[in-house]
């Protein structure tokens, strides 16, 4: 009964290192999200994948980078960390296909500290 | 203006009154509503779904949607100091366009 499962869920970098933040869902869910949570921001999506084989950018996309490994898994890439970076990201999927009507169930979060 | 605009809080209730919160919205075609609670350095829980005006009730939690007035609300009926929480409000525009509000922190004082 995992649902949705991020790792790492904690992780320090240095400015302009690189890292992928995986995901992985055991639902059967056709979409897949990122987003970033920081303080008084509220949850902004980086990137979505409405179905297998296909990625769209979300509000904040720059720097990041996204893989639909297949329905199961959805990678987020970090190519050059930069410290406006550190925030805790979080996966979420949900049963929607193009028509997002379903709710979206989140995995734990990673918690990124860029340095 | 915001697209979904809550109230940041805190809204303090006392143990066993009613907590009341509240979510505006601006895209009148919006079409899914919905709640989710998020405990400190946690992810966000789904609470509720509603989709049509009108309210839907789940054991203590009541949604509300009013879609000629663009708000949608939450209410905790018999507050417990556990329902202690940020509470995100999500609004469905159609197509992947999902926004979250910032959230209304609750605290329940016992």
């Known amino acids: 009964n995992a649902g949705v499962t991020q790792t790492p869920k904690f992780q320090v970098l240095k400015t302009g290192q690189s890292m992928t933040l995986q995901c992985a869902q055991d639902m059967n869910h056709n979409s897949m999200y990122w987003y970033r949570q920081d303080p008084g921001m509220g949850l902004r999506l980086i990137y979505y994948?409405?179905?297998?084989?296909?990625?769209d950018k979300g509000e904040v996309p720059n720097g990041y980078n996204v893989s639909r490994l297949n329905k199961r898994e959805f990678s987020l890439r970090l190519e050059s960390a930069a410290p406006s970076q550190t925030s805790v990201y979080f996966c979420?999927?949900?049963?929607?296909?193009?028509?997002?009507?379903?709710?979206?169930?989140f995995g734990d979060g990673t918690r990124l500290s860029i340095l | 203006q915001k697209e979904v605009e809550q109230n940041s809080g805190p809204l303090s209730v006392p143990e066993g009154a009613i907590a009341s919160l509240n979510c505006t919205y601006s895209?009148?075609?919006?079409?899914?509503f919905f709640w989710y609670r998020q405990y400190s350095g946690k992810s966000p829980e789904l609470i509720m779904s509603i989709y049509s005006n009108g309210d839907k009730e789940d054991g203590r939690f009541t949604a509300q949607l009013n879609k000629a007035s663009q708000y949608v609300s939450l209410l905790i009926r018999d507050s417990q100091p556990s329902d202690s929480a940020t509470y995100l409000c999500?609004?469905?525009?159609?197509?992947?366009?999902?926004?979250f509000g910032t959230g209304t922190k609750l605290q329940v004082i016992p």
């Open positions: 895209d009148r075609g919006s079409q899914s």
């Open positions: 979420a999927s949900s049963l929607s296909g193009t028509y997002s009507n379903q709710p979206q169930h």
């Open positions: 999500a609004v469905s525009g159609g197509y992947q366009k999902v926004t």
């Open positions: 994948s409405a179905s297998e084989g296909t990625t």
